[in-house]
């Protein structure tokens, strides 16, 4: 499996797919950096496995 390197935002926000971006709720702020969060988290603990 790749590793995948998240070093900003807007890189991340690039690689999401047009279909999550078409929901309605993409338009809130916070939905949009908690999905950031949980990537950089998810990274993470896929290093502790």
């Not at 971006?21 to 999905?35: C, D, H, I, P």
Request: hydrophobic share 35%; with cysteine; proline share 2%.
């Amino acid at each position: 499996m790749g590793e995948k390197h998240l070093t900003s935002y807007e890189e991340w926000e690039k690689g999401i797919p047009e279909e999550i971006k078409q929901e309605s709720v993409w338009g809130f702020y916070a939905y949009r950096k908690a999905l950031f969060l949980f990537d950089l988290c998810w990274t993470d603990c896929e290093k502790l496995l």
